[in-house]
């Protein structure tokens, strides 16, 4: 994917403050802190576009990114044990589940992963959920970097079978690193409708 430009629309928390584009909408998702706005940032070439934080909790709202006049990349809030206030973290489940279930032009989800740790009862749960909604759902498996070769591997095999009724392979991904960085493009675009074609 080669990225003409990149930019920040809008944050919203209802649905009436979504924007209002006609383009493809592609969903990031996965437990608080687990790098989900790094990720947005590589693979936009950006080291700052989206705010990241080591504190969890700091993607508080729906924020919508414009890619190449052509589609959206969403970062979305994480759930798990974010470190804020309950009365934020109870309205987050029900900002994500109406954004997921009303948003027409959404194509798909990028679920995230720590390499490091196992995916819980709330990542089994969210799979779940969205095979229930049919909604696609490409499962990434960051911070990569953190661990040597071979222990990848073995981390990669414990988390695949996690990831058994998703629409492909689990991806190792690190934003330190970029490894995965084409291949969650390749599979982000698998879900894009083909751009028209360019007039001559
Ligand atoms: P919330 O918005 O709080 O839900 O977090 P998030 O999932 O958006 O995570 P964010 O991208 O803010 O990253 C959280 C922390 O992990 C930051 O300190 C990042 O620098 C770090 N981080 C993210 N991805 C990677 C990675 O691939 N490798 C390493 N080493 N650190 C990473
Ligand atoms: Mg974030």
Same mark, same amino acid.
């Given at each position: ?27 990031f998702?996965g ?5 989900k706005s ?19 909790? $700091? =993607? /508080? @709202?729906?924020?919508?990114? *414009?890619?190449? &006049? ?32 009303? $948003? =027409? /032009? @959404?194509?798909?989800?990028? *679920?995230?992963? &720590? ?34 070769? /071979? ?50």
């Amino acid at each position: 994917m080669k990225i003409y430009s990149a930019a920040f629309v809008k944050s919203a928390a209802q649905t009436v403050h979504y924007p209002e584009m006609p383009f493809p909408e592609i969903a990031f998702a996965g437990r608080s802190n687990v790098g989900k706005s790094s990720l947005i940032n590589t693979l936009l070439n950006r080291k700052r576009l989206v705010k990241t934080s080591s504190t969890p909790g $700091r =993607t /508080q @709202l729906i924020n919508f990114f *414009l890619v190449n &006049d052509a589609f959206s990349l969403v970062d979305l809030p994480g759930y798990g044990y974010a470190k804020v206030p309950a009365s934020v973290k109870k309205k987050w489940g029900p900002m994500i589940e109406t954004y997921l279930r009303n $948003r =027409t /032009q @959404l194509m798909g989800v990028v *679920l995230i992963v &720590d390499m490091r740790r196992d995916p819980g009862p709330d990542e089994t749960r969210f799979i779940d959920w969205l095979h229930l909604y049919g909604i696609s759902v490409i499962p990434v498996v960051t911070k990569a970097d953190k661990l040597s070769r /071979q222990k990848r591997h073995q981390r990669m095999s414990k988390i695949a079978p996690f990831f058994q009724h998703t629409d492909c392979l689990p991806i190792p991904f690190s934003a330190k690193s970029r490894i995965g960085r084409e291949a969650v493009w390749e599979h982000i675009e698998r879900l894009l409708p083909p751009a028209p074609e360019e007039s001559s």
